[in-house]
């Protein structure tokens, strides 16, 4: 395999590992911070929300037109504006003086993570393309996406309590500056852009509109019942400018965002339906932890941020441990074997109580949740990529970003729709216990779902062969 001119490896994986962290980090840093942050600015309890839902309906419902414009306009240019605007978003948010300003500050961040974060994984895809070399580089990859989105909670818990809560913002601003440097001297021109047919800005508009809708509508329900004509109304116009989505992706003139035969990929389908359901579970169980450390059981912002170090720290162990298996275990199994320990960690969790203590209560369930958790996350890329012709790897990356971004989406407003019905009206740490136990167990189940779709989705793989990675050693010599 050609070298393209100017590639170095090792600083573009490096800038890829700082990107990814960034973005997983900036999902998770605010969750501990939004008591202050509501108090600080004057948000109301269903408008807190939107803090965590602005950026990841515009990163998630935008992340396909990101995979194609990386395509279609080069990797390398599109991850460099995309750090550039996620940089100047975090530094104008930190500054914010409304409720309104931080919530479009996040919005533009989620505009610039999906520009940069399937060019990054399109770009590791392309410099890491089989064998030993492409196993590890997955590893480092899941390891730092799963040290940001846990250590995330511990990072905003230390900022808000010691520094300030825009402080949760301001941090993302020397890590883009980082990012943009290493990119900039370790990453490959790349091809001269490709001409074609212009990118189907209407089809993001309809995808993304549509997901805001959903969710909207889900995280209403505690005010407005699923039957009413407020609910039904949002959630059929959802599902209607959803249908237009796909019907423009098939009828469009434009070149669409992705090409629905994609799905005809069992590896893709497979991987995205899975990755939709475990960042489903993940980010409403990181939510519900964090508000029971401190509503329920009186922690404050920086021990709630520390308590999260354990699962932080499962998750890279995981994530490390999938990298040594996955020279022996094939994918799929790898996905099964994760997500049955990660469901069991959660319905472990499922069984906090309202006088329960970190070591009997949170420090057994992180650390399996956390294990389990680190062993999805290389496996579930490596496979949502296999099969997928280069031109479309951009495509195929920004699909899988976006099925974890709309699962964290929908699984927050739907867990947490759930949580609020079992808490009632009356919020006493026992209430609140019983609601968080239940977003909890249901994220059990989610996981059950996901590894049911692994063992009948995913087809039957081998893992690397000896050939391969032999040949790959050779192909990083080269490089080198």
């Not at 960034?22 to 942050?37: A, C, E, H, T, W």
């Not at 912002?301 to 699962?311: C, K, R, S």
């Not at 009948?456 to 990675?469: G, I, K």
Request: glycine share 12%; proline share 5%; with cysteine.
């Amino acid at each position: 395999m050609a070298v393209e001119p100017g590639a170095r490896p090792g600083i573009a994986l490096a800038a890829v590992a700082v990107v990814q962290f960034m973005v997983s980090l900036d999902l998770s840093v605010v969750n501990v911070g939004l008591p202050q942050i509501a108090a600080g600015l004057g948000f109301s309890a269903v408008g807190l929300t939107w803090v965590i839902h602005a950026y990841a309906l515009t990163f998630g419902g935008l992340l396909l037109l990101g995979g194609k414009a990386a395509d279609r306009y080069n990797h390398k240019r599109v991850l460099l504006l995309g750090l550039g605007v996620f940089g100047l978003a975090s530094l104008v948010g930190g500054f914010a003086q409304e409720p309104g300003h931080l919530v479009a500050a996040r919005a533009v961040q989620g505009i610039g993570a999906a520009a940069l974060a399937p060019a990054a994984l399109a770009l590791l895809t392309a410099t890491f393309p089989t064998g030993r070399a492409r196993i590890r580089a997955f590893g480092i990859w899941s390891a730092m996406n799963a040290a940001g989105g846990a250590l995330g909670v511990l990072i905003g818990g230390l900022l808000t309590e010691y520094a300030g809560w825009r402080w949760v913002m301001f941090v993302n601003v020397p890590m883009a500056a980082c990012a943009l440097a290493l990119a900039w001297r370790g990453v490959a021109a790349g091809p001269p852009p490709v001409r074609g047919g212009r990118p189907d800005v209407l089809g993001a508009v309809l995808a993304t509109a549509g997901m805001t809708l959903l969710v909207f509508g889900l995280v209403r329900t505690d005010e407005y019942a699923w039957t009413s004509p407020t609910t039904v109304t949002t959630l059929a116009v959802a599902a209607a400018l959803l249908a237009a989505f796909l019907y423009v992706e098939r009828t469009t003139a434009r070149e669409p965002l992705i090409r629905l035969g994609l799905f005809a990929n069992r590896s893709v389908a497979g991987a995205n339906a899975y990755n939709l359901l475990v960042g489903a579970a993940m980010a409403a169980a990181f939510y519900f932890v964090s508000l029971y450390l401190q509503r329920v059981l009186g922690i404050g912002p920086a021990l709630a941020g520390a308590a999260f170090l354990p699962i932080a720290l499962g998750v890279v162990a995981g994530s490390v441990l999938a990298v040594k298996l996955g020279y022996r275990l094939a994918p799929r199994i790898l996905l099964v074997i994760g997500g049955l320990l990660t469901a069991t960690g959660l319905a472990w969790f499922g069984l906090i109580s309202p006088d329960g203590t970190f070591t009997a209560d949170v420090l057994g369930p992180s650390l399996v949740a956390g294990v389990g958790f680190g062993l999805c996350l290389g496996p579930v890329v490596s496979t949502a990529t296999t099969g997928v012709a280069p031109h479309e790897s951009g495509t195929a990356s920004g699909l899988l970003a976006s099925s974890r971004q709309i699962g964290a989406s929908l699984g927050l407003a739907t867990l947490g729709s759930a949580a609020h019905h079992r808490t009632g009206q009356t919020a006493t740490p026992e209430a609140l216990n019983d609601g968080y136990a239940l977003g909890l167990t249901l994220g059990a189940a989610l996981l059950v779902a996901a590894v049911l779709i692994a063992l009948t989705v995913l087809r039957r793989t081998s893992p690397p062969s000896r050939a391969e990675q032999s040949d790959d050693r050779d192909l990083l010599r080269a490089r080198s």
